[in-house]
């Protein structure tokens, strides 16, 4: 009986009761929002790359811009002019890549499969075709005597524009494995991470060169 009596006490006591309540203060507690990430890691990981390639091209442009700036005479003496024309039409061709990139995305979002091949296909042609008349412009220059060792000019326009190329090759690999599994239905409208962080490099690589056209062959 006296315990019967104790534990009637002890759970009509203060602490006891308000941990009986429903919330804190006797009303319910706040909704719990769910932490959804911003991106994947694969797009964040991508990011940061992005970053990092940012400040390389940045470092390679800034030590143009110091003997671009320090030389009374640019191009120097007895160095070949540079192809600015054909390289112009070649910018737009690198351009137009961007274009079916962004079409490609659209395609996939829109679960349409066909028009997703189709799309990347474009892309990669357009990337291929940009390599092969750099090429060609390259095998002209190094005709005429503007060699890598042939003055601090030819140096810096193989360092910055070769760099570039590296990269358009690289993207243009990534490209072709992302072309392979969307042929072979990898990539759908919920589902498509590989895609969008190769959109993503692919659409830096040409942004950069529109920039890189006006520094090396305009200014």
Known sequence: MAKSTTARKLADTPALSVARRPGFGGGEPPPVRPNRPIGSNAWLAVLMFL????????????????????????????????????????????????VTMKLALRATRSGESVRLI?????????????????????????????????SVYGGLFYTLIGFHAAHVFGALVWLMIVW?????????????????????YWLFVVGLWPVLYGLVYLY
């Open 51 to 98: 970053g990092a390639e940012a400040m390389f091209f940045a470092g390679l442009m800034g030590a143009y811009l110091v003997f671009r700036v320090g030389s009374t005479v640019w191009p120097p003496p007895f160095q070949p002019r540079l192809p600015i024309g054909v390289t112009g039409v070649n910018t737009l061709i690198l351009l137009a890549s961007a």
């Open 180 to 200: 392979l599994g969307a042929k072979r239905g990898r990539y759908t409208k919920r589902n498509y991470t590989g895609l969008q962080t190769c959109s993503m």
């Open 118 to 150: 189709q799309w990347l296909s474009w892309t990669a042609w357009l990337g291929a075709m940009f390599l092969v008349i750099q090429g060609f412009e390259w095998v002209r220059l190094l005709h005429f005597g503007l060699t890598v060792s042939s």
